[in-house]
């Protein structure tokens, strides 16, 4: 169900029909994925792990590691802070001096296989998936390399083989995921000697802490973690003491990893379908201003034109009809001057 | 190198060559360093840090500075302000430099490079962000290559090819435009999925929205940095329209870096506020937060505007210096520095020299190739032979 939702959120993104359906982020609200159903986990009960490194040696071992640096019955190694890397996919870290409790406690560390995964989310190649079993797997046959999904997890599981120069690959606990199909149990649960690992169906799993945390209210903090953290992993603890002192993140939230960006991804078929149309009508507005200042720039030279055609018009007119009169004057004075003379002439000739 | 050939007659060993070939030589050495060795041979990078400055400079500075393109196109060819016409070109070449570096750095840093095209073609991660960068990243170096074409083929003398580059201008100017929103925005969107790693002040849901402004000012800044250098050392490859044109480029780009710096310091203070983060503000990080939204932001806010207003174009030069200090200050704050503030100091990332080394040479091969391209190809001046273009 994640995985379709996230794969139809991705292909609304990718094919923009965004426009279509609106947000999947929204449409998803009012529904809750609890994970797959009979998926399958580990319950982690730090009140009976005696910090014996046995899921080490046992993970080393199915996982066909390289030896590790102390052997596994060197126990001084626990008071250090270890974390997973690409050799070792599991690590026990030793935590002492706790108010009543007379032991140390530990902590197991490996992936937590999230429900909803942020590494799975966040992988641009879908180099991880999470199975329907249970386990988040890696197809190293995929993976370019870009090691974005280290940056997603919260939990800080996802290890590079930094020294590879051309093949490196993410290393991660794969829950044992070809044991699990094979019906067989996980390395690090089949060799725990105290049943500090619980393997089965996680909904069981739930129920069995639940139980404990019931029948010994004095021994167990009451809180399952895993159960709602990142939108719930199937990896579950229970703990005698506050997570937080065992260096375990309780600031997380519940919100799945996958809901994070889904909200901007979802503006991405917008701002496609959106943008253009916007930026066409710009520029449509500032090629009319443009056109309208030229017509009126055209308007303006031609009435000036117009203008200083009329004047000159006017202008000449009055200098014809000036000129006219000028010279009709002169002809009526020419035509007086000859009469004139005529007359003298007359006169001259009848005396 | 044909480069080097032709100055060969004259003095192939000028300042700038000396000291850009001994940045190439290192640089090579260090890439088949990386290609032997891996990534542990040449950075400082571990399972908690998994991405250094070749993401933190080589990818988000790098996509940020070279954001110059689609804001002058835009400006220019949507916004219709013909004035800043000969700015177009070498912005539109600073930014198609800017992201075939930033494609050249990120075969460094993952981990089969050859790989990088299997997203797209093997399997299609449609719910990660990167996978957008990816996409967007892809088509708008693409586009930026197009949209650099015309000055090529007019330096090639292929007429008829050019003919066609330049009706599509419009077209390519808004896809430009769209692809830049998306992955200048995606870009920040990123760190979306690890609220519980990077510090809170630095977190938000807004960090798209950040991005996307801040790459405006980037842009609108490195169009006037870029100017100023070129005049200073390229200026007798500038025609007198570019040359007339410069200070009117440098006033108008610094008053909309003004505005936009002011619009970015109100929406950084909304998500302080929407965050309900003011009582972080107390804290070593939160001096650190004001550090950067006073001294990167609200500064050089203010010393353009005076700039502007004074025309003093001295002061709008250095300012565009002080934003972009500030653009790459807050790449890092994002990407190293408020990243991962929960783990102890002895876990925490410094670069590698190695690291800074492979970022120089690639800062160092774009410049190079800005050089060549713009002593050769017409970025600077009008091509004479086509004044008549837009």
């Known amino acids: 169900m994640s995985i379709s939702r996230r794969k139809f959120l991705g292909w609304m993104g990718a094919a923009g029909l965004g426009t279509a359906f609106g947000s999947p982020a929204h449409a998803a609200a009012n529904k809750h994925f609890k994970g797959y159903p009979e998926s399958l986990g580990v319950l982690f009960d730090n009140m009976l792990c005696i910090g014996c490194r046995n899921c080490e040696a046992g993970c080393n071992k199915v996982n066909e590691l390289p030896p590790p640096d102390r052997p596994f019955d060197d126990l001084t190694v626990l008071s250090k802070k270890r974390r997973t890397n690409t050799k070792v996919f599991t690590v026990v870290n030793r935590y002492d001096h706790f108010k009543g409790i007379k032991n140390p406690l530990f902590r197991k560390i490996q992936c937590n296989h999230c429900l909803e995964p942020a590494c799975a989310s966040a992988c641009f190649v879908r180099a991880f998936t999470k199975t329907k079993e249970g386990p988040v797997t890696y197809d190293p046959s995929v993976c370019v390399g870009c090691r974005y999904c280290m940056i997603a997890c919260p939990f800080e599981i996802p290890t590079y083989e930094y020294d590879e120069p051309l093949t490196p690959r993410i290393r991660k606990c794969t829950m044992c995921q070809p044991r699990i199909i094979d019906g067989k149990l996980p390395g690090c649960v089949e060799i725990c000697p105290t049943e500090a690992l619980s393997f089965g169906k996680r909904g069981d799993l739930i129920k069995i802490a639940r139980e404990r945390i019931k029948k010994y209210p004095d021994r167990y903090v009451d809180h399952i973690y895993g159960e709602h953290e990142m939108g719930g992993t199937s990896w579950l603890y229970l703990s005698g003491v506050p997570f937080k002192e065992l260096a375990m993140r309780e600031d997380l939230g519940v919100t799945p990893a996958p809901e994070l960006t889904a909200g901007a991804l979802s503006a991405v078929p917008m701002v496609a379908g959106l943008w253009p149309v916007l930026l066409t009508g710009l520029y449509a507005v500032s090629k009319r201003k443009e056109k309208i200042a030229k017509i009126e720039q055209q308007q303006a030279i031609a009435s000036t034109l117009e203008k200083a055609n009329a004047e000159a018009e006017s202008k000449l007119s009055k200098a014809l009809a000036k000129a006219q009169k000028e010279k009709a004057a002169a002809i009526s004075k020419e035509v007086k001057k000859a009469l004139e003379e005529a007359k003298k002439t007359q006169e001259k000739e009848g005396s | ?390």
């Open chain 2, 1 to 390: 190198m044909s480069e080097k050939a032709a100055a060969a007659s004259k003095s192939f060993f000028t300042p700038f060559n000396v000291v850009a070939g001994i940045i190439v030589i290192i640089g090579l050495i260090l890439t088949a360093l990386r290609f032997t060795g891996g990534l542990a041979a040449v950075t400082n990078l571990s399972d908690y840090n998994p991405w250094g400055i070749w993401i933190g400079f080589d990818l988000l500075v790098g996509v940020a500075l070279a954001a110059g393109g689609f804001v002058t196109s835009a400006a220019v060819y949507l916004f219709g302000m013909k004035r800043y016409h000969s700015a177009v070109r070498p912005a539109i070449l600073t930014g198609f430099l800017g992201y075939a570096l930033v494609v050249l750095a990120l075969n460094y840093d993952v981990g089969r490079p050859w790989r990088l095209p299997y997203p797209f073609v093997i399997q299609q991660g449609t719910t990660s962000v990167l996978f957008e960068v990816a996409a967007c990243v892809a088509l708008y170096l693409a586009v930026l290559f197009i949209e650099f074409s015309p000055a090529a083929l007019e330096w090639l003398g292929l007429r008829k090819a050019r003919r066609i580059v330049v009706k599509l201008t419009l077209l390519l100017t808004i896809f430009g435009v769209v692809l830049s929103t998306l992955h200048q925005s995606s870009l920040g969107a990123l760190f979306l999925i690890a609220p519980s790693k990077l510090h809170p002040l630095w977190y938000s849901p807004y960090i798209p929205i950040y991005f996307f402004i801040t790459s405006i000012i980037a842009g609108l800044s490195m169009v006037i940095f870029e100017s100023t250098l070129s005049y200073r050392y390229l200026s007798h490859k500038m025609d007198e329209t570019h040359l007339k044109e410069k200070n009117d480029v440098t006033l108008g780009f610094g008053k909309a870096a003004s505005y936009v710096l002011a619009g970015y310091f109100a929406i950084k203070v909304i998500g302080i506020s929407a965050g309900n983060h003011w009582h972080l503000l107390g804290t070593s990080y939160g001096l650190w937060f004001l550090v950067e939204l006073f001294g990167f932001v609200a500064l050089p806010c203010f010393l353009y505007a005076v700039g502007v207003r004074d025309k003093n174009l001295k002061l709008i030069r250095w300012t565009a210096v002080l934003a972009l200090l500030g653009i790459i200050l807050n790449r890092f704050n994002v990407c190293l520095i408020a990243f991962n503030w929960h783990l102890p100091s002895s876990e925490r990332y410094f670069p590698h020299w190695m690291e800074i080394g492979i970022s120089v040479f690639i800062v160092t091969i774009g410049v190079i190739f800005y050089k060549f391209i713009v002593t050769r190809m017409p970025i600077l001046y009008k091509h004479p032979e086509y004044s008549d273009s837009h």
